[in-house]
């Protein structure tokens, strides 16, 4: 990740014209920059390899290789970039796979471009570009049937993070939980961290999709 400098952007999609439109929206602003496109996922892994952005934004749907199989394979790389999603559908089971997978969100491609830059921004200081809430409503739509065993790992949490991990899986934000836990933000972010690192998870849209998957949500 870039410790100075613009954010480095990665850009794949199958439509020619989508991609100028973000790149000349993206290079207009002073703290990011579009270093490598691609028009499908197999020249997507080649251009991100080399370029190493800290963002990318994904089509779901292309020809060659798709969006999905494009971030497996580029998330089980040693110092895998962010990679948003970008979809055409509110409800979309391939966002939902891909955000299983570990993709850090999904955004419509007809969002606001103000949205599309502060998503850009919000991932790469490490939180997920969509609210967990939002995510709750995408896996609610996408449930598994059956969940999985609950890990050991969620035994090790203390009771007062259990209360918040059950908060946070239902989507609340940190004001919401503190507002109903009569905690400070601070006191909530701190236990949410705690939490993210007890589990192993990489941010709150992973805590909820952890919730479904072990049938916690």
């Known amino acids: 990740m870039s410790v100075s400098g613009p954010i480095r952007v990665a850009l794949v999609d199958d439509q020619a014209l989508f991609r100028a439109g973000i790149r000349m929206l993206v290079d207009s602003q002073p703290d990011l920059q579009v270093v490598a496109e691609a028009a499908d996922?197999?020249?997507?892994?080649?251009?991100?390899?080399e370029s190493r952005p800290d963002v990318v934004l994904m089509d779901i749907?292309?020809?060659?290789?798709?969006?999905l199989t494009a971030t497996a394979e580029l998330l089980r790389d040693?110092?895998?970039?962010?990679?948003v999603m970008l979809t055409t559908f509110d409800l979309d089971e391939a966002a939902a796979r891909a955000i299983r997978q570990g993709a850090s969100g999904f955004l419509l491609k007809d969002a606001d471009p103000e949205f599309l830059l502060a998503a850009i921004r919000?991932?790469?200081?490490?939180?997920?570009?969509?609210?967990?809430s939002a995510t709750r409503d995408l896996f609610a739509h996408f449930a598994q049937a059956a969940p999985a065993p609950v890990p050991a790992a969620y035994g090790d949490l203390t009771e007062r993070e259990r209360e918040i991990f059950a908060l946070a899986a239902r989507g609340l934000s940190n004001a919401e939980i503190a507002a109903r836990e009569f905690l400070s933000e601070a006191t909530v972010k701190t236990h949410i961290s705690r939490i993210l690192t007890?589990?192993?998870?990489?941010?709150?849209?992973?805590l909820v999709v952890f919730a479904f998957e072990h049938g916690l949500a």
Do not use: F, N, W
Not at 61 to 67: W, Y
Not at 122 to 131: K, L, R
Not at 198 to 206: E, G, I, P, S, W
């Open 61 to 67: 749907r292309m020809p060659v290789m798709d969006g």
């Open 198 to 206: 007890k589990l192993a998870l990489r941010d709150r849209v992973q």
């Open 78 to 83: 040693e110092h895998p970039p962010r990679i």
């Open 41 to 49: 996922g197999r020249e997507a892994l080649a251009a991100v390899r």
């Open 122 to 132: 919000t991932v790469h200081a490490g939180s997920a570009v969509i609210a967990a």
